[in-house]
């Protein structure tokens, strides 16, 4: 893995040699093909060795190395190497437990609504940030505005879509956005939608749950403020690790976590919910970010799981019977799509179907406002073949 070519990321998404001493570098139980990495990833074995000796080392010593070492350096090191990661910083970023916690913080203690106020969500964000969304109509008097996205999407529509939300409504000031939405793995123009967005005054939380690591991109040119991310999906760490983004000039924007003591106001800290980290899993970080650049970082892991959904799509979008639910723009695709079944009205029954006769493990997530669907998620340790079988599959139950 140390000898990565010096090559275009798209050549190199179609390399099978290198892909394979990718794929060597990972334990995997035999079992179904899996394609549903957009769960969680895998974390290399250098990884689970590495997480395994820490959680080993800080079980044998307790406390002590914790109190003395990593709460006073050990953890600072690892928020920079976070920061360095997202290319922001180290000010801007803390850990937290998922992109969940860190949404959630950041919904629940934006101090900038005053009753009245409009919020914005559209059909394709998490529920669990919806649902916090509309925990704001209770606890701050705001009207919550639900948005539905065109189907199918380009570009201009999704972009239009906010255009005429921000019209229609002009007491809108938040707004939540999802990077790559979960429903269909669409990618969402979100540098466009933030601009436009800033220039209606109404500010933007990004959900990059599924971004990091499989965008290509940073926070800088994407022009939000606020942002939440996980690390065990595209970046390979161990479960339990999100990150926390506030742009530096909008801290004060967010208030201290309701149980804040331990740290000053202006230390971004003060704005993750409190509790006893996952101490083994901050301390893999460093060699999870290794690993992350050495397999080329977002740039070439991008284009490897785009490459291969195209291999799928290609073939099935024409097939009757099969409606692909994600565009080929490649702006608003990545290594997730959806597809669904025109033919049989449940999908949660195809993607059983699609396990049990034809050992392919996919997810049927509730659709968006598009209708329920199945998601096909490749991993970096999927090959070629196992999309060969998932169109063998596609062409027999359509
Ligand atoms: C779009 C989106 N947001 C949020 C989450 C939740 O992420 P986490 O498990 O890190 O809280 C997910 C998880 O799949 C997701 O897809």
């Given at each position: ?17 290198y892909w ?25 074995r250098?990884v ?19 109190r ?18 997202l ?11 998922s ?35 509309r ?52 990618v ?16 933007v ?18 022009g ?19 990150v926390l983004?506030?742009?530096?000039a909008?801290l ?25 980290p ?13 690993e ?10 991008g ?11 290609e073939?099935v ?11 080929d ?6 290594g997730?799509t ?5 033919r ?32 096909v ?11 060969q ?10």
């Open positions: 893995m140390n000898d990565l070519p010096l090559s275009e990321p798209s050549l190199l998404a179609r390399d099978e040699g394979q001493r990718v794929a060597s570098r990972y334990d995997i139980e035999p079992g179904p093909i899996n394609l549903e990495y957009g769960y969680f990833g895998r974390m290399t250098t689970a060795e590495h997480y395994q000796a820490h959680i080993a080392a800080i079980n044998r010593a307790g406390s002590l190395p914790v003395q070492h990593f709460e006073q350096v050990g953890s600072l090191e690892i928020h920079a190497a976070v920061a360095e990661l290319q922001v910083p180290v000010n801007t970023v803390a850990l937290t437990q992109t969940s916690a860190s949404m959630l913080s950041l919904i629940r203690n934006y101090n900038g609504l005053r009753p009245g106020d409009q919020v914005l969500i559209s059909d394709l964000e998490y529920d669990s940030v919806k649902h916090a969304m925990w704001l109509a209770h606890n701050r008097g705001v009207e919550v505005i639900e948005i539905r996205h065109p189907h199918p999407a380009t570009f201009d529509n999704l972009l239009d879509s906010y255009r005429q939300a921000f019209e229609r409504y002009p007491r809108l000031k938040l707004m939540a956005l999802t990077y790559v939405t979960h429903r269909t793995g669409l969402m123009p979100v540098q466009a939608i933030a601009a436009c967005a800033r220039a209606q005054g109404v500010e939380m990004l959900d990059g749950a599924h971004a990091l690591g499989l965008v290509d991109f940073t926070l800088d040119q994407s939000v403020d606020f942002a939440a991310f996980n690390l065990q999906k595209w970046i390979g760490a161990p479960l339990s690790l999100g983004y506030i742009a530096e909008r004060q924007a967010i208030d201290p976590d309701m149980s804040e003591a331990n740290y000053r106001g202006d230390d971004i800290r003060s704005r993750a919910p409190c509790g006893t996952n101490i083994p899993a901050w301390m893999t970080l460093p060699t999870v970010f290794a992350h650049r050495a397999m080329g970082g977002a740039a070439v892991k284009a490897r799981l785009s490459y291969l959904r195209d291999l799928w799509v073939q979008r024409p097939l009757p019977g099969i409606e692909v639910m994600t565009p723009d490649p702006r608003l695709y990545c997730i959806s597809f669904r079944f025109t049989h009205p449940d999908q949660a029954a195809m993607a059983r179907r699609l396990l049990d006769e034809h050992n392919l493990f996919t997810v049927a997530p509730e659709g968006s406002a598009c209708g329920p669907c199945i998601r998620t490749p991993g970096f340790t999927t090959t070629p073949d196992d999309l079988a998932l169109v063998r599959a596609l062409h027999e139950l359509a």
